[in-house]
């Protein structure tokens, strides 16, 4: 009976053990992420900041710029996955560019003397993305499978938005499909991090471009949103 105690003790302190291990592991984990998340977007606004006299250029060969981001982020994270360094250069350049695409519209709201819009959506975007990631890891509920779903409004979204670009060319769409971005991306901010928080990542890089993408789309959104209501 003793022996069978002693057995049964060590078994719950393994199993405790364990727990504490894989709790420590998740935390460095998510610190590592946001921490990167954080340099991302110090590297995405001296991207906005360097390229910023250059806006027309810019503007001209956006498809270029966002064509090179598409393949950072859809081959050049994938070939660099497992490789230190050279998936931290590559995580760099994609948030790099991307805070050059971003220019025209900046500049848009510097020229119209509407500078101060930009840090309004940005500490609006911080503070809601804040709040959004704490409910994540806190909350009892599994959001694991909304994925599908939240994958297939994203597709409609793009196709909406390209559509009104290209052929409609509709200031209420243009609303309309900017709020649905907010709140798309809000929903995907509380996905990806309680995915975070459950492992469902192998490297800190790549949940660090996924709360970074999410993070760069509700700060568009909003701040696009601001801009109109600024414009009535």
Do not use: C
């Not at 769409?173 to 900017?178: A, G, L, N, P, W």
């Amino acid at each position: 009976m003793a022996l069978y105690d002693r057995d049964y003790n060590n078994s719950v302190n393994d199993v405790a053990y364990d727990s504490d291990v894989t709790t420590s592991s998740s935390v460095a984990f998510m610190k590592k992420t946001y921490q990167l998340l954080a340099v991302s977007m110090v590297t995405a606004a001296a991207g906005a900041y360097v390229t910023m006299p250059y806006a027309v250029e810019i503007m001209q060969y956006r498809w270029f710029i966002f064509g090179a981001e598409l393949l950072i982020l859809f081959f050049g994270l994938g070939m660099s996955k497992g490789k230190p360094g050279l998936n931290l250069f590559m995580l760099f350049a994609f948030t790099f560019l991307s805070g050059v695409s971003l220019v025209p519209l900046l500049a848009r709201f510097i020229g119209m003397g509407s500078g101060a819009t930009i840090g309004t959506a940005f500490l609006m975007t911080s503070v809601l993305f804040g709040a959004l990631s704490l409910f994540a890891i806190n909350s009892k509920s599994d959001f694991s499978s909304w994925g599908k779903p939240l994958f297939i409004t994203l597709i409609i979204v793009i196709v909406a938005s390209l559509v009104n670009y290209f052929i409609l060319h509709s200031p209420i769409m243009h609303i309309v499909i900017t709020a649905g971005i907010l709140l798309l991306f809000s929903i995907f901010t509380i996905y990806d991090t309680q995915n975070i928080a459950n492992g469902a990542y192998d490297s800190e890089v790549d949940a660090a471009v996924s709360l970074y993408l999410d993070f760069l789309n509700m700060f568009t959104a909003l701040l696009q949103l601001l801009g109109i209501i600024d414009d009535d």
